[in-house]
């Protein structure tokens, strides 16, 4: 029998729940959130991390997406690293998704006329099977501008057959996308998924830190997760509707100022530099370039920075004066509902559907 701290109560906290073994007993939750303390989550205590120092366990399962601040919070408690398992570090390098996307468009034998990239709102936000054009999507959570352009470029410089078809591009961008680096935020581990087929880390410098911490999360999915009947791990996520989040103010609120928590000029003018390759890239390749910003909840909208949103389209407008793209922006379109949406500022599946209708409408084809 395993005995695990879990630190999260949140929507990973929950699923991690569910992938439990039966020879794992759970002896607390821990979170930052002061008001959290003292309730009940699954019938154990949620505790202030204070106190983890005080109990015996196995390990401490990171349950939240701010895997690196908590990790470091830990071991600046004195625990020792090989007792702490980083759920999200282990669930991108077991499944490399990017690597998937790659093999799959290599191997598609389909005259694929439009590709498209960009972070998490193009991901969940984009059905583009129900593009007017043959698309391939190549976007994952967390993906930044700089990825962007380096997987279409790889594309159009490796796979000359398959580029000769290629007549669109959608860019997704938000924002905060030209304030935004990957491999220097909170998710700079995600920059594996493409070190093994693009051989670049960016800005990062550290990546055989992560194939050692991945040593560590390995070997603690082993002992604590269930396994299907073929070996595999189940990390099928089903995504909630925005309609059931309790408090959608509060949430927007608070994902709004985190995301617009940013100002590096430095990563602007780098960005600006990569958006401009980017099309001048498509440019020389006589592909199209539609810039696409996604639909956001009000909730979300409703709080996001003014200095950003500015910024931004004053970014736009500059590009606009050089580079011939179509601009396309329902950031705060009244077109989507609450139950269009997953969470504050990404469309379900039912909104993506209808987003996706729309642009077949929109995109000067």
């Keep these: 029998m395993y005995d695990i701290i879990i630190f999260g109560t949140g929507s990973t906290s929950n699923f991690i729940t569910g992938l439990l073994n039966d020879n794992v007993e759970i002896l607390a939750y821990v979170d930052n959130d002061s008001n959290k303390w003292g309730e009940y989550y699954y019938n154990k205590e949620i505790i202030n991390p204070k106190y983890i120092n005080e109990m015996k366990y196995d390990f401490i399962v990171i349950a939240s997406q701010f895997n690196e601040e908590i990790c470091n919070q830990l071991l600046d408690m004195g625990i020792n690293k090989k007792k702490v398992f980083q759920f999200f570090k282990f669930v991108d390098l077991y499944w490399n998704m990017f690597k998937w996307q790659m093999n799959s468009y290599i191997k598609c034998e389909k005259k694929i006329e439009m590709l498209a990239t960009g972070i998490s709102y193009t991901n969940l936000g ?95 999915a082993s002992k604590i997760f269930k396994k299907d009947k073929d070996g595999w791990y189940n990390f099928n996520w089903n995504t909630k509707v925005l309609k059931v989040i309790e408090n959608k103010r509060y949430a927007g609120k608070i994902q709004a100022e985190r995301d617009c928590n940013k100002n590096y000029p430095k990563t602007v003018e780098e960005n600006k530099e990569i958006f401009k390759n980017y099309l001048k890239l498509l440019r020389d390749n006589n592909i199209k370039p539609i810039v696409v910003v996604f639909p956001a909840s009000k909730y979300y909208t409703n709080y996001f920075s003014k200095r950003m949103e500015d910024e931004f389209h004053s970014i736009i407008n500059e590009f606009k004066k050089e580079y011939d793209f179509q601009y396309i922006d329902y950031f705060r379109s009244d077109l989507f509902k609450d139950d269009d949406f997953t969470d504050v500022s990404h469309l379900n599946t039912k909104g993506a559907e209808k987003f996706t209708q729309i642009l077949n409408e929109e995109i000067q084809w």
Excluded: P, R, W
């Design 126 to 220: 984009l059905k583009e099977e129900l593009l007017n054009k043959k698309c391939f999507k190549f976007s994952i959570g967390s993906q930044d501008l700089y990825y962007d352009y380096t997987i279409v470029k790889n594309i159009i410089e490796n796979y000359k057959e398959k580029k000769q078809n290629l007549k669109y591009t959608i860019i997704g961008l938000t924002y905060y996308s030209f304030q935004y680096d990957m491999s220097l935020s909170a998710m700079k581990n995600k920059v594996i998924l493409y070190y093994e087929i693009l051989k670049d880390v960016h800005n990062f410098k550290d990546a055989k830190k992560i194939y050692l911490e991945y040593e560590i999360n390995e070997n603690i």
